[in-house]
Each structure stands twice: as structure tokens, then as C-alpha cells.
């Protein structure tokens, strides 16, 4: 039996048991859903359906409905991928890297981050197929053998690289998922009583029986795909980096991206992480297993990520100036005086001051500033990837070719789209899936458990 | 796996905590019975190794699924980039693979890990029989919420055995 | 750059098993101009006219110092001449 010391605080609060957690976690899929998820659904589902409409009339019309000119060739559309694709890195940060150190903390947490990561990504996805203009010939990004001569991709180029990291990424975070589901929709189809719910999850859970040979296999399994993972999160923010990192212009032509990329998305997904989860633990009261104690540890990680990306921007006006590099020079004076000096400042703003906050303890335990926080922090990453695209393609080398941008409603029309998307499946998800892996919590209870320590505290006394 | 025929009559006990499982499971063997099953609703650490189960190769699977990844990306690249089409992209080399190979990182590695991950998955999935649909493997539902069942050959004294080891309920099915 | 016909160009003489003379094509802008502004052909030849141009104190890229050395080069105007 092993022990957790008592200067640990517990990670499962109240005095639950294995039956009491099954409950605690099948409760939402079994009772109704309340009124609030059901307005919450609808404005997401109108929000979807504007996104539909504005995806169907750009695919119909053309990429002329948005505001994009020569010079500048990438804004809203490479924006809202990267701020995506970002966003997505915390779920398998959580998933993988944490069961990699063997944080027990991640196991509240991590089936909802996941689920976050792969309804984010999704949502990534859709602007390199969309930005195409013509999405029927997507598939020519695939090495498939054709009639131009059989003219094949370029595996030289990030773009493509771009391709093959994004489908593993959503693939194997999909499985991933669903590999630690199984156990977890075993639990509910055992539990049903209606028979189209037991129906339904009779055929999600594969037919699941807890075999101890089974659970070995599984733990295997999870390690070996947490071990693959966590080489995915950081391959695939730094590859994404490079679709800038690769080029010449000034402002993007920098070592710094990969590093600098990675710890924004993770710093943008924890931070959506905790938008969510707040909400989850109030509306569910799961306070007892998404305890403060959670909430903290995902903030000190947002401080350190923000703090590192503070670091990567200060570097950054720090090498344009020592490099003595004039474009590179007038691209960061220009960010911050010129034409869209209020993005950089916002981001500036909700991107390093706004995460140093978090020193102190009263603040990073308090939920109300977590939640503000949280949504300043994913407002703050937007604008980087704004500033970094759009004020480094709208002045670059030649001053004859100098535009401006701005959006058309079509673009802004799909980027809300994908927040409704999102918000669609997530609370479909809250409402059907397991929201805790309970299965794995339940592996805690005796050793992290608040009733348990403190029965094993008044024993312990006697060694 | 349970290999039952229908001549041999199976035994059920079930226990309602996992450490008293555990012993429970190390007297049975102890005294000579053999176990043929146990269902629990979380992995028990220790249960692997108290039933004397093989340690798992699937992680080994991955490993060759991710070296046949390897593989196929490296063929893929340069068959399509050296041998039947190079081209001159921005001056890149491609006289042969080894000196366009830094390019091609990023692929090979995306797709060593594609392969890895899916093909352990799949085969995780076939050597546990689970597909959509399948029916439920464990004989008791309450095993998937708080109660472990250890399933075992009906033996001479064995309900005895079951009885001392502290199974909250025994059952000859 | 009229990659339709310089592969065309590229096809015709590697059935006749020969080099593509200097001349032998050129590309849609440099025969629609009316001024002979434009010179194209094929740089790896020595005995071309791009490469004598090429050659010319007056070749510069445009933003060279990024160093893509791209497929245009121009050739400073002669102001004093």
C-alpha cells in the first residue's frame, strides 16, 4: 500500500467512496439537462449555424468576401488556426506530460481537457481546408499518386508539415481519449436503465469488462501514448511556428518561434482549460475532485508559460535592436506605434501583466479572478497572432507595397462560428461523456483522498 | 481470458476493497487454486503481478509499429522528392535523400508517431476483443462501479478458501 | 515563368536528345514587349544572352541581401551614358 505524505493536500475532498465517485461523475448523463445548458446550447448552435453560413457563402463566392489583399495574404484565417491549434496543446499537455511526471492531480482533470484539445483542434482544422478557396481540391495536400505527371506534395515545405502534424496530432489525441472512455462508458452502460441509453453505450464501450489482463494492457498503452504525445505537443506548435520561422520577413525570420510558440499554447490552453472547468465544477458540483487546490496548479502553470512568453517578446525587441538589422528594427517600432499599435498593446497588456498577478496566492486561489483571468489570457494570445501576422505582412521590406487590413464579416462571421462549434460540442460532451475519468480517480481515492488521509493521519500518529 | 467449457463450473467471489482483493487473490493462489479471471473497476496496482499475469509486449508492438512508420516516411520522401520527380524548390538539394533528409525531419517523425499510436491502438483493441458492440465481458455490472470479482474453476474447498480470503459474496454460476 | 512552355521547350528537346538553344523560346512578357525589355533564357548557359546580361556591372536583385537569389535580375538604368 503506498502512502501519500501529509503535508500533501488531498486531491478528492469530502468523504467519498468508489460508489460515491460512479455517482458524483454519472449524474450528469443521467439526469436532464437543466434550462441554463440548453440557453447556453442555443446561443452556441446560432453561433455555429452564422459559421456555416459565412463558411457556404466564402466556398460559393470565393476568398475575395474577405479582407485580405496581396500584401496582406494571411490575417484572421492564420490567426484563428494558430490561436486554435494553441489552445488544443493543454488537454495532451495535461493527458500526457502530467502522467509522464506522475502528477495524480492531472486525473480530475485531464478527460475534459482532452475533450477540449480535440473540439479545438477540430476547429484549427478548418481554416487551412477553408482558406484554400477550393476546398474540393483539398485533397490534393495528400502524396496520392494522380494524373499531372503524378505531381507529389512538397515535403520540403512547412505547410505540408503542417498537414501530417495536425491529422497525427487530432488522431492520436482522439484515441487517446477514447482508449481512458472505454472503462469510463463501461461504467455507465452497466449502470443503465433506459435501454436506448444502454444501447448507446453499450456500443461505445466495446464491451468493457475490467479484465485484470485488460487494465494491464491499458495502463501500458496509456504510458506508451502519453510518451508519443508529449513529443507531439511540442513537435506540433513548432512546426506550426515555422510556417512563419521559414520565411524572410521581418518579424517572423526568428530562432525564438518554436520555444516561444509552444509555451503560448500551453499558456492559452490552460488558460481555456480553467474557463471551462470553472464552469464544469460549479454547474456539476465536482468542487470535491476540481478542488482549489486544482484550479492553483493550473494557474502556476499559466503564470510560468505567460512568464516565458514575456521573456520571448522582451528577447525579440531585444535582438531587433542588437541586430542592428533595420527591418527587423522598423517591424517591432511599427508594432507598437503604428497603425494597429492598440493589438500589440492589448496583447502586451493581457500577456505579461496580467499573468504576473498571479504571484500572489490570494489571487491564484480565488475563482472569480481565475475566470477573468483566464478569458483576458486567450483575448491577449488572439492579438499575438494578429500582430505577428498581420503588422508583419502589412509593412515589410517595400514601402510601395504597404496596405492595411481589416476584416470583413464574413471572416469575423467564421471565427465566431467556430466558437459556437466548439462550445456545441463541448456541451454535448458534458451532458454524454464521463466528464471526470473516474476510473483513474477512483486508483487515487485511498491514497489522496481527504477522508482516507486523515484516517490514515489518526493511525499514523501511533509509528 | 476466461477459457470455460461447459463442463467445468465456474466459481464467482466478490469483493468490495481492493487491498482485501489483493490478498485475498495471493491466499487463493497460495493454496493452489487457480484463478481465471478477476474484474475490477480500476486498474489495481499489484493485481498484474499478485495473479501472476505476463507482463504486457504491446509497448514492444509500438516500438516496431513506430520503426515501420519510420520506414515508410523515409521511402515515401524519397521516392517522391529524390527518385521519380525532384524538383528545384528554392534551390534545396536533392541530388540524394541524405542531404535533402533535414527537410523531411518533421514528416518522419510525424509519421513514425501516426504509426506507433494508431497500430498499438488497434492491436490493444484486438487482443481485448473490444469493438462497438461487443457485449459486456464482466459477468456482474457492479464491477464497473465498486465491486471486484475473481472468477475461478470450481475446486475441492475452494468456497472455503474464498470464504476466509474475505469475499463479501460467493456465487457457483 | 511560363512553366507551360518552358517545360514544353524542356519535353521537345529531350526527344531530339539536344540542348535547348538560346533563343529557341522565350517566355509570354519578353515576346509581348515591344521594347526588348526583357531577356529570358537559360542562366546555366554560358553562352546565352540572360547570362551575358547576368555578367553586367548593372545586374542587381531585388533585395539581395536576403540572399533568395531570386529568377529576376534587373539592370540599372544608364543615366550618364
Known amino acids: 500500500m503506498h502512502y501519500e505524505s501529509t503535508e500533501r493536500k488531498p486531491l478528492i475532498l469530502g468523504d467519498k467512496s468508489y460508489h460515491q465517485i460512479t455517482e458524483d461523475v454519472v449524474r450528469p448523463i443521467e439526469t436532464a439537462a437543466p434550462r441554463a445548458w440548453w440557453i447556453a446550447f442555443s446561443i452556441a448552435l446560432v453561433m455555429f449555424l452564422w459559421g456555416v453560413g459565412s463558411l457556404a457563402y466564402t466556398v460559393a463566392t470565393g476568398i475575395g468576401v474577405w479582407g485580405l489583399n496581396k500584401t496582406v495574404g494571411w490575417a484572421w484565417d492564420i490567426t484563428n488556426f494558430v490561436w486554435w491549434v494553441g489552445i488544443g496543446h493543454a488537454g495532451t499537455l495535461i493527458s500526457a506530460v502530467l502522467l509522464l511526471f506522475r502528477q495524480r492531480w492531472r486525473m480530475a482533470i485531464n478527460r475534459s481537457a482532452e475533450a477540449m484539445t480535440i473540439f479545438s483542434v477540430i476547429q484549427a482544422g478548418l481554416f487551412p481546408l477553408f482558406h484554400m478557396g477550393r476546398v474540393w481540391l483539398a485533397y490534393w495536400v495528400f502524396p496520392i499518386p494522380n494524373q499531372y505527371g503524378s505531381l507529389w506534395v512538397n515535403f520540403n515545405s512547412p ?14 489525441s482522439v484515441v487517446f481519449w477514447y482508449v481512458g472512455l472505454i472503462p469510463d462508458f463501461a461504467m455507465v452502460r452497466d449502470r443503465a436503465i433506459n435501454p436506448v441509453q444502454k444501447h448507446i453505450y453499450k456500443i461505445l464501450s466495446f464491451g468493457w469488462g475490467g479484465k485484470a489482463k485488460a487494465w494491464q494492457r491499458f495502463e501500458e498503452v496509456s504510458l506508451v501514448l502519453a510518451g508519443l504525445a508529449t513529443p507531439l505537443v511540442l513537435s506540433v506548435h513548432t512546426i506550426v511556428s515555422m510556417d512563419f520561422a521559414t520565411s ?29 472547468l470553472l464552469i464544469v465544477r460549479k454547474v456539476f458540483k465536482m468542487e470535491d475532485y476540481i478542488t482549489i487546490q486544482h484550479i492553483e496548479m493550473m494557474n502556476i502553470v499559466i503564470m510560468v508559460t505567460g512568464s516565458i512568453v514575456g521573456v520571448a517578446y522582451i528577447t525579440e525587441l531585444f535582438i531587433a535592436w542588437y541586430s542592428g538589422v533595420e527591418y527587423e528594427q522598423y517591424a517591432f517600432l511599427n508594432r507598437a506605434t503604428g497603425p494597429y499599435w492598440w493589438a500589440y498593446w492589448s496583447m502586451m497588456t493581457c500577456n505579461v501583466f496580467s499573468p504576473q498577478l498571479m504571484w500572489s496566492k490570494k489571487l491564484r486561489t480565488n475563482l472569480v479572478f481565475t475566470f477573468v483571468i483566464s478569458i483576458v489570457v486567450n483575448i491577449g494570445m488572439w492579438f499575438e497572432r494578429f500582430v505577428i501576422i498581420v503588422t508583419s505582412l502589412h509593412r515589410d521590406y517595400l514601402p510601395s507595397s504597404w496596405s492595411m487590413f481589416s476584416p470583413s464579416f464574413v471572416e469575423v462571421g467564421i471565427f465566431v462560428g467556430t466558437i459556437g462549434f466548439f462550445f456545441t460540442l463541448f456541451l454535448l460532451y458534458a451532458r454524454t461523456f464521463p466528464v471526470i475519468a473516474q476510473a483513474e480517480l477512483k486508483t487515487i481515492l485511498k491514497t489522496s483522498g481527504e477522508a482516507q488521509k486523515k484516517l490514515h493521519n489518526d493511525h499514523g500518529a501511533h509509528h | 481470458m476466461a477459457h470455460t467449457t461447459e463442463s467445468v463450473p465456474l466459481v464467482r467471489a466478490m469483493y468490495h476493497d481492493d487491498d482485501v482483493l489483493i490478498s485475498a487473490v495471493k491466499q487463493i493462489r497460495a493454496a493452489g487454486f487457480k484463478i481465471s479471471e478477476v474484474y475490477t473497476p480500476f486498474p489495481v496496482h499489484g493485481l498484474d503481478k499478485a495473479m501472476g499475469l505476463k507482463e504486457s509486449r504491446i509497448a514492444v508492438a509500438a516500438f516496431m509499429y513506430g520503426l515501420i512508420g519510420l520506414t515508410v516516411a523515409v521511402t515515401l520522401t524519397w521516392y517522391m522528392m529524390v527518385s521519380d520527380w525532384p524538383q528545384n524548390i528554392g534551390g534545396k538539394p536533392n541530388i540524394n535523400w541524405a542531404m535533402n533528409m533535414p527537410a523531411f525531419v518533421p514528416i518522419l517523425f510525424e509519421m513514425t508517431v501516426f504509426f506507433a499510436a494508431h497500430l498499438m491502438v488497434w492491436t490493444y483493441l484486438v487482443i481485448n476483443g473490444l469493438y ?11 464491477t464497473t462501479d465498486d465491486y471486484f470479482m475473481v472468477e475461478l474453476p470450481a475446486a475441492e474447498g475452494l468456497i472455503e478458501a474464498l470464504q476466509k480470503s474475505g469475499a463479501v459474496e460467493i456465487a457457483e454460476a | 515563368m511560363c512553366i507551360q512552355r518552358v517545360q514544353y521547350a524542356k519535353l521537345e528537346a529531350k526527344k531530339v536528345g539536344q540542348p535547348i538553344p538560346d533563343g529557341a523560346f522565350t517566355v509570354a512578357c519578353a515576346e509581348a514587349c515591344s521594347t526588348d525589355s526583357i531577356t529570358f533564357g537559360d542562366v546555366n548557359n554560358a553562352k546565352s544572352a540572360v547570362r551575358a546580361a547576368k555578367s553586367d556591372a548593372r545586374a542587381y536583385h531585388l533585395l539581395e541581401e536576403v540572399g533568395t537569389q531570386p529568377s529576376v535580375f534587373y539592370l540599372t538604368k544608364v543615366r550618364n551614358a
Open chain 2, 132 to 142: 462497438p458492440g461487443a457485449d459486456a465481458k464482466n459477468p456482474d455490472p457492479r
Open chain 1, 159 to 172: 505547410l505540408l508539415w503542417d498537414v501530417f502534424a495536425i491529422s497525427t496530432y487530432l488522431t492520436v
Open chain 1, 248 to 276: 524572410v520577413i521581418p518579424g517572423w525570420h526568428t530562432t525564438i518561434f518554436p520555444p516561444y510558440f509552444v509555451a503560448g499554447a500551453i499558456f492559452s490552453g490552460f488558460a481555456m482549460v480553467q474557463t471551462l
